[in-house]
């Protein structure tokens, strides 16, 4: 069920930056770069303390990959789907708590119960196997369940409704741990900088050129090897954007192309004409839950959803239609849209 979005940064910036500059010292840049979650991470700031801020920021990363990532070995995650009898901390129970708020209003197309699923279809830190439909239906019995935190001797644990349920938060991680990052910089008073973990974006006030952050939405690739390319650029105003898409990241098998993104109600992967969803959302971790949510939908439930709920209005879908690339933006991503 992990969404794979890609987007491409652009460095430009807002005018608040230069109101900021005129009220206290000179503004300094610092650019962040390096590895979390099993894939890349880029910073720019800009602080009128001329703070380097680069080892806290690893060490909250580091930190949050000892929770959420199902790559680390021993992280909270991995030892509760190995059934150890884990103390819950707080940031688990948050990223729980919005996974399954998601998934109510998604209709169970955001699950984070899939993790027996995407590792059996190879998309997860294990090998994947030769799957028949009983084999799907024998792994789906154990997603869609009850997961309950509950108080033991003043600790928080969770209660599986089966054992075999293996948790995976992978298609709400990187967007929840961008916001780590951004709440970080805020609590130190700053609030002019752009933050990319994988893909996911977040962007608030700008530089001190007076334009506005701007990011790039790619292109669907014809394969994974493809060189990069944009297909729309967007402005960011104290936003967050992330895409998820099913064109880099499948395997083909007996001349079947299998995408990484599993539909929770069959068990299966995706097959739709669906290639990318952009959302843009004020937080990243809500931007990253349903952009995966829309790709598991497919075009035309997600459109649906847009129309009859609030909780998510900017989108930016690229699909398939008889072998060429169409693209729908609903009214208020096209507010976002750079049409120069």
């Known amino acids: 069920m992990r969404s794979i979005g890609k987007v491409c940064v652009a460095t430009i910036s807002a005018l608040a930056m230069a109101i900021m500059a005129s009220c206290g010292g000179a503004l300094q840049k610092h650019s962040i770069t390096g590895e979390a979650q099993g894939t890349y991470y880029a910073i720019?700031?800009?602080?009128?303390?001329?703070?380097?801020?680069?080892?806290?920021?690893?060490s909250l990363l580091a930190d949050f990959d000892q929770t959420a990532s199902l790559w680390a070995g021993n992280s909270l995650i991995r030892r509760i789907n190995n059934n150890s009898d884990s103390v819950l901390n707080e940031l688990f129970c948050d990223m729980l708590d919005k996974s399954l708020r998601v998934n109510r209003l998604s209709d169970g197309y955001f699950d984070c119960t899939v993790g027996k699923l995407v590792n059996a279809w190879g998309f997860g830190f294990k090998q994947g196997q030769d799957l028949d439909s009983a084999t799907v239906d024998s792994l789906r019995q154990y997603t869609g369940l009850p997961l309950e935190v509950i108080s033991r001797d003043g600790s928080k644990i969770l209660r599986k409704a089966r054992p075999e349920t293996e948790l995976d938060f992978n298609a709400i991680a990187?967007?929840?741990?961008?916001?780590?990052?951004?709440?970080?910089?805020?609590?130190n008073g700053i609030t002019n900088y752009i933050i990319n973990i994988g893909g996911e974006v977040i962007a608030k006030g700008g530089k001190p050129d007076g334009s506005q952050w701007t990011v790039g939405v790619e292109r669907p690739a014809e394969s994974q090897f493809a060189e990069r390319q944009l297909d729309i650029k967007v402005t960011l105003a104290d936003q967050s954007i992330v895409t998820s898409g099913n064109y880099r990241k499948f395997y083909e098998k007996d001349g079947v192309k299998y995408s990484h993104t599993i539909d929770p109600h069959t068990g299966y992967?995706?097959?739709?004409?669906?290639?990318?969803?952009?959302?843009?959302?004020?937080?990243?971790?809500?931007?990253?839950?349903?952009?995966?949510?829309?790709?598991?939908?497919?075009?035309?439930?997600?459109?649906?959803?847009?129309?009859?709920?609030?909780?998510?209005?900017?989108a930016y879908f690229i699909y398939n239609e008889n072998g060429e690339y169409k693209t729908f933006a609903t009214e208020e991503f096209k507010k976002n849209i750079i049409t120069q």
């Not at 990187?174 to 609590?187: F, K, M, T």
């Open 44 to 58: 720019t700031y800009y602080d009128t303390q001329n703070r380097d801020l680069s080892s806290a920021i690893d």
């Open 269 to 314: 992967p995706v097959n739709h004409s669906l290639l990318s969803v952009s959302v843009i959302a004020d937080s990243a971790w809500k931007a990253d839950a349903f952009a995966t949510a829309f790709m598991a939908m497919g075009m035309e439930k997600a459109l649906q959803y847009i129309e009859n709920n609030d909780e998510i209005k900017s």
């Open 174 to 187: 990187q967007g929840y741990s961008v916001d780590i990052v951004a709440n970080y910089l805020e609590s």
